[in-house]
């Protein structure tokens, strides 16, 4: 699996994705992913993911105690990567992370407390506003309010900074990485051992049954 790509590939998914970073990131794994039993889809439509399966419907849906009304809520599932049905792990796509980057610390909270799914963010690198670009994150030495939110409530943040997306970053600029803060091209592979590790708990478990 190779780990350095060609702008001119990442250029080709930019126009295959329509300019939209969750497609983006979803051509981006399946891509890598091809030949693992593994598939990244759409998890929004709660809907859509029922007449696909129950069996991944009840999965990633979340129970609600005190409501008469339903026993449970859809969360905030932009894509998931699936094997055999079963979630391996959710993936937040978020452009930005003004405004939303709690709802998905809150999502990834719910699950870590109530399932084994876990969640991660991919992200272009924004910068925080203005004209100078400056990161997101931080760095690992000395890290953003957000970097240190990340390391305690998700699984990894994984970054690809692509022009469209990072408008003001500039020659020689980037991310810096280390800790929870990945390259994107490392997702594939943290997917397929996540996948392994999950395969090897249910099917302990149906042994035991």
């Known amino acids: 699996m190779a780990e350095e790509e060609t702008v001119r590939e990442r250029q ?5 994705s329509g300019g939209k970073w ?3 990131v979803k051509l981006c794994l399946n891509e890598k992913l091809k ?3 593994i ?6 439509a709660e809907n859509a993911i029922k007449e696909r399966s129950q069996t991944l419907w009840e999965f990633l849906s979340l129970p609600l105690k005190a409501s008469m009304i339903r026993d449970s809520v859809w969360g905030d599932i932009d894509l998931v990567a699936v094997k055999n049905e079963i979630p391996i792990v959710v993936i937040s796509c978020k452009t930005s992370l003004h405004g939303r980057f709690t709802e998905t610390l809150f999502w990834s909270l719910l699950y870590r407390m109530l399932s084994r799914i876990k969640v991660v963010l991919a992200t272009p690198d924004g910068g925080r506003g203005g004209e100078e670009w400056k990161s997101e994150w931080g760095t690992p030495d ?8 990340a390391e305690s409530y998700l699984h990894g943040v994984y970054v690809e900074n ?3 997306w990072c408008k003001n970053i500039k020659p020689g600029q980037g991310t810096g990485l280390g800790g929870i803060v990945r390259p994107l091209s490392g997702l594939p592979k943290e997917i397929i051992k996540w996948a392994e590790e999950t395969s090897e708990i249910y099917s302990h ?5």
């Open 12 to 16: 080709s998914r930019v126009v295959r």
């Open 22 to 24: 969750e497609e983006y």
């Open 35 to 37: 030949g693992t039993d």
């Open 39 to 44: 598939e990244v889809i759409y998890g929004k």
């Open 142 to 149: 000395e890290p953003t309010k957000d970097r240190l939110l």
């Open 162 to 164: 692509v022009e469209v």
């Open 205 to 209: 478990r149906k042994k035991k049954v």
